[in-house]
Structures are given as structure tokens and as C-alpha cells.
Nanobody
Framework: QVQLVESGGGLVQAGGSLSVSCAAS????????????MGWFRQAPGKEREFVAA????????YYADSVKGRFTISRDNAKNTVYLQMNSLKPEDTAVYYC??????????????????WGQGTQVTVSS
């Protein structure tokens, strides 16, 4: 099993920065971490949960939604089993609950939410105008 616990988030003004973290734990993750993909999704009120960013835990390759490319950075700390999402130049439309996700094995190139195996509980990010 894999447990994901997000932290960070909060309220920030437009143009500001914020970082969220996700700590992964569990026997499955500890044993097979190099084969995992980790991701971030977000869900705004009344909208579908959408892909934000992903990182291959082993090789470190990163992937981003067009809407956040150049503003958000996903990274991981292997020693801490933690994945981060650094968010810069935030916009009001970035306001959402941000969810950490994990996938055991290759996920392909679509990063659809149905493909992910594990989810965190979410953390609120609010960007005021």
C-alpha cells in the first residue's frame, strides 16, 4: 500500500508563490519507489479534477499541463520520499484543491486521472486577485 499526505497550500495574492508537498509512505512505495510516477492534480469548485504535473521517481523526468508550464515546478527528494510542487506567478484561476497522486509503473503520456493508483486527501490553494 501507499499513503500520500499533502502539506502546504494556503492563501496567496495573485503573482505570488506557494509550495505544496506530498510525503509518500507504505511498504509498496518503499520497495518499488524507483518504478513509481508521482503527480499533482487540482480540482476547482464545479470542475473536473485536472492534471497539473508529474515526475518519474526513478529518472526524474517531468511533465506539465500547458496551463502551468513555465510557472510550476515539480521535484522530488528521494531521501525524504517527498514530492514538491513549487508554484510561481500564481493566478486566481489556479485556485483549487491540489491532490497528490501515485502510479506504480509506467503511466504513458496522457496522465488521465483514472490511471493513477493512489491519492492524497488534498490541500487547498487559494489565489486572491
Amino acid at each position: 500500500q501507499v499513503q500520500l499526505v499533502e502539506s502546504g497550500g494556503g492563501l496567496v495574492q495573485a503573482g505570488g508563490s506557494l509550495s505544496v508537498s506530498c510525503a509518500a509512505s507504505g511498504r509498496t512505495f518503499s520497495s518499488y519507489a524507483m518504478g513509481f510516477f508521482m503527480g499533482w492534480f487540482r480540482q476547482a469548485p464545479g470542475k473536473e479534477r485536472e492534471f497539473v504535473a508529474a515526475i518519474a521517481w526513478g529518472g526524474g523526468s517531468t511533465y506539465y499541463a500547458d496551463s502551468v508550464k513555465g510557472r510550476f515546478t515539480i521535484s522530488r527528494d528521494n531521501a525524504k520520499n517527498t514530492v514538491y510542487l513549487q508554484m510561481n506567478s500564481l493566478k486566481p484561476e489556479d485556485t483549487a484543491v491540489y491532490y497528490c497522486s501515485a502510479k506504480a509503473g509506467y503511466i504513458g503520456s496522457s496522465f488521465q486521472k483514472r490511471l493513477w493508483d493512489y491519492w492524497g486527501q488534498g490541500t487547498q490553494v487559494t489565489v486572491s486577485s
